[in-house]
């Protein structure tokens, strides 16, 4: 197989031969995400063409492939551009070139991974969870590759007419425009394995992934030798059909396997993320198998290798199937052997009761959800409650003010609490100048993009320029931003429309920030939308709530680090973690939540509002209305004589100093090194 640093050089240099040769740090910057998190990464490449880069999605890959000419010729005579290039590109060699830390090599099997708006192969929460803790192993140098499927259509993009109805569309993408490199065999073609699906070889291609020294694996069976069905198996995340979904598992946990093997990489522990992958635990097993040996006696000697992490306790992310839907997909298993040892209480076959089945151990996703986990299964089950990787979430000006007073390197002592004592010397002036500065940029965003959509919709011309007009940097900023789900309960937020209206139009107002995609499949999470949309008649509606459309990363980055308070109201106890308030609480917004998931351990009365729920929706409803009513608009407008509003600034600071070194990624990826990957981890 031709190395890795074979393949990145000779995509490197494809793409360097299109660009000016002073833009070459550029092209050897675009294969490796690392750039996409690093400071001054993003104005590297808008430099060279601010509009072609937000139409690519900033994908830096396609803005060098088509760019004009003109525009890369001026770039290239920046001296200052191609300077800050080059640094970068010698910082990003020299940790691909690093050593890895000495530990448990890791592959992390997921359905999905968010490293960047420029790779659409996530959908929500389970994707941002594995691409943050895939960069986190690759800043700390621990050995773990990731492996994925690669999906050309990718999630459904999003759009919303008059009446609020959501509509899915998908969109294509190109293979050579991606940040992808082919794995080559020793023959320079590309490097290939098959998986037998519904009676016949379907045939995978492997593609890399970089993110400094980490690597995510992608199979793609949409390639020329497939059949059209076969093909579309990687074409879209989370496809509706039962049947394809079965493909995608079979192909994700068996091919994965194979598609290792295949590049000779060898691990010690196999990470199922959620069930779907589960299947990779049967392919390990029968390469273990002795001839006559029963599948197992075979998964009881990988078990060792094996350890599963459950996301979500509610019954759609745990889907059961008939025999006879695995009989006609899946093949080339010993499919009597696997139905045993998937098999749940009611007799169906579940992916999650097959990744518990042939586990060492299983940990869900905080300890809240650890109890609910264990409850719902019978079995042992820990937990690792989720962190967020800090250098993408935290904005730039809040990174700035901390460099300045946590000291040189603080961010690789994140997962310390020690680090973040020096919070305690920012002045609150510099605190509260940060957050405007945010909130101002978010106010920006949002004008432009609430008028492009209400534009797209055909909405009256007065509401389309109703918040372009209106919304305020000097007016708090409420935030819901998050995968649209019944659970969620997005309608607690218009449940008392009066009190709801009454907020918007207070002589010290708020400002609504929501966004969120419903799955297509859900029709009582599209059917809140549209309840959203019924106020919008209301004159105070368009000019203080937008709803933006078709969510994601970037998006998702923008609304995290400018909204002041961030609300999380699901229904108890279904909110397994939730990691978007984590990712707030960086950029020194505050929480207002439901005590569930992750806020049941990160609240401590002074760091934010939570509201102890026991499922009512009118009493929590309630409960929201009076903490934005008589604490958090109050608090927010109680200013000093420097316009500085202290009580406020006190929670953000408290905020800063208690969820930063609990809820980083550094400290999740030190519980799993610690307590989940190494054969004699304690169960926790």
């Known amino acids: 197989m031709k190395s890795h640093a074979q393949c990145f050089d000779d995509r490197v240099a494809a793409l360097a031969n299109r660009v000016p040769a002073a833009l070459r740090f550029h092209a050897r910057i675009a294969y490796d995400l690392g750039w996409t998190y690093r400071p001054g ?36 005579a920046d001296d200052g551009l191609v300077g800050r290039a080059e640094a970068m590109s010698r910082a990003l060699d020299e940790i691909r070139s690093a050593p890895f830390s000495p530990g448990p090599r890791v592959a992390f099997f997921c359905a999905e991974f968010a490293l960047h708006q420029s790779l659409a192969i996530y959908g929500g929460g389970l994707g941002v969870l594995a691409g943050d803790l895939l960069k986190e192993a690759a800043d700390a140098g621990v050995d773990l590759v990731g492996v994925g499927l690669l999906y050309h259509r990718g999630y459904f993009r999003q759009r919303l007419d008059r009446s609020g109805r959501q509509h899915e569309y998908w969109t294509e993408a190109s293979k050579e425009l991606l940040p992808i490199l082919p794995v080559l065999d020793d023959s320079g073609a590309p490097l290939a394995v098959e998986v037998f699906i519904r009676g016949h070889a379907v045939r995978a291609l492997i593609w890399r992934v970089q993110v400094g020294r980490a690597s995510l694996f ?14 579309f ?40 993320n959620e069930g779907h992958p589960a299947l990779a635990a049967v392919e390990l097993a029968r390469g273990a198998m002795a001839p006559g040996e029963e599948l197992r006696a075979a998964v009881a000697r990988v078990r060792d290798k094996l350890v599963f992490t459950t996301h979500t306790p509610v019954a759609a992310g745990n889907e059961h199937y008939e025999d006879d839907e695995l009989a006609r997909v899946i093949h080339d298993v010993p499919l009597a052997e ?16 097959l990744a518990l089945s042939v586990s060492r151990s299983a940990n869900a996703v905080s300890a809240v959800h650890g109890g609910v986990a264990r409850a719902m299964w019978k079995r042992p089950i820990g937990h ?122 207070a002589a010290h107002p708020i400002q609504v920030l929501l966004a969120g995609k419903a799955h297509p499949q859900d029709e009582p999470a599209k059917t809140f939308i549209e309840r959203v949309f019924t106020l919008k008649g209301d004159p105070v509606v368009g000019r203080r709530v937008a709803y933006l459309e078709d969510y994601d990363l970037a998006m998702a980055q923008t609304l995290v680090a400018g909204c002041d308070v961030w609300v999380n109201i699901p229904r108890p106890p ?66 000093d004589e420097h316009d500085v509003p202290r009580a406020f600034v006190a929670r953000i600071r408290a905020s800063l100093k208690s969820i930063g070194p609990r809820f980083c990624a550094s400290r999740m990826l030190a519980d799993y090194a610690r307590q989940v990957w190494p054969a004699t981890a304690p169960l926790r």
Request: charge should be negative; proline fraction near 4%; aromatic fraction near 8%.
């Open 338 to 353: 696997v139905l045993t040892l998937g098999r749940g209480e009611e007799g169906k076959f579940g992916m999650t009761e």
């Open 218 to 231: 992608l199979l793609d069976t949409d390639v020329e030798e497939n059949g059209s069905v076969d093909r």
């Open 574 to 639: 279904l909110e397994a973690s939730g990691t978007s308030g984590m990712k707030a609480a960086l950029c020194g917004g505050l929480n207002l939540a439901v005590l569930d998931g992750w806020w049941s351990e990160g609240y401590d009365g002074a760091n934010g509002w939570a509201i102890a729920s026991n499922g009512d929706d009118a009493r929590d409803a309630t409960a929201l209305y009076d903490l934005l009513e008589k604490q958090v608009v109050p608090e927010f407008h109680a200013r």
């Open 384 to 505: 690792v409650t989720n962190g967020v990787h800090l250098p993408t979430w935290m904005a730039p000006p809040m990174r700035a003010l901390l460099d300045r007073y946590l000291g040189e390197g603080w961010s690789r002592r994140a997962s310390d609490p020690a680090t973040w004592r020096a919070v305690d010397e920012i002045p609150d002036g510099e605190l509260w100048a940060v957050r405007n500065e945010l909130r101002s940029t978010l106010v920006d965003f949002v004008r432009v993009r609430s008028e492009r959509d209400r534009l797209a919709r055909g909405e009256p011309i007065d509401y389309v320029e109703a918040a372009a007009r209106t919304f305020d940097p000097r007016v708090i900023v409420v935030g819901f931003a998050r995968r649209v789900a019944s659970y969620k309960r997005l309608h607690l937020l218009i449940h008392d429309p009066a009190r709801a209206l009454g907020l918007l139009s």
């Open 41 to 76: 990464g993003d104005e590297l490449f808008r430099a060279i063409e601010p509009q072609l880069w937000e139409s690519s999605g900033r994908n830096a890959v396609q803005l060098l492939s088509t760019a004009p000419l003109s525009c890369l010729h001026r770039a290239a």
């Open 233 to 272: 198996i990687t074409a879209q995340l989370y496809v509706a059909d039962r049947a394809f979904r079965l493909m995608q598992y079979a192909l994700l946990g068996i091919g994965g396997v194979r598609a290792l093997r295949a590049m000779g990489i060898e691990r010690d522990v196999f990470h199922l």
